[in-house]
């Protein structure tokens, strides 16, 4: 089992930027990524981005690689999602996730974060 605690998040206004936090313990981490997805009121969990945890690869969905960065820190066993130039459009519940391999699909992951608020005023 792998569990996944998220922080940050919070309150902010359209241009700023934020940072939540997914630390994971239980099972070895290196054979998994670390995915981000959002899921705003009324709508699909929608795919962020994604972070080979042994690697550092990252991939992204085209619309958020411009301002969105992920990374990761093995010391500390926690993945970061750095979001700049942040809209109100980004307000949403952010999740992190571990899973085999880079996907960019819900179904594709077995462990996820309990979800962290980010609402963006304008």
């Known amino acids: 089992q792998v569990q996944l605690v998220q922080s940050g998040g919070g309150l902010v206004q359209a241009g700023d930027s934020l940072r939540v936090s997914c630390t994971h313990s239980?099972?070895?981490?290196?054979?998994?990524?670390m995915g981000w997805f959002r899921q705003a009121p009324g709508k699909d969990r929608e795919f962020v981005g994604t972070?080979?945890?042994?690697?550092?690869?990252?991939y992204y969905a085209d619309s958020m690689k411009d301002r969105f960065t992920i990374s990761r820190d093995h010391i500390n066993k926690t993945g970061y999602l750095e979001m700049n130039s942040l809209k109100p459009e980004d307000t949403a519940v952010y999740y992190c996730?571990?899973?085999?391999?880079?996907?960019?699909?819900?179904?594709?992951?077995?462990?996820w974060g309990q979800g962290t608020q980010v609402t963006v005023s304008s």
């Open positions: 239980g099972r070895t981490f290196s054979a998994y990524a």
């Open positions: 996730a571990a899973g085999y391999g880079l996907g960019s699909l819900p179904r594709e992951y077995d462990f």
């Open positions: 972070i080979s945890w042994s690697t550092g690869t990252t």
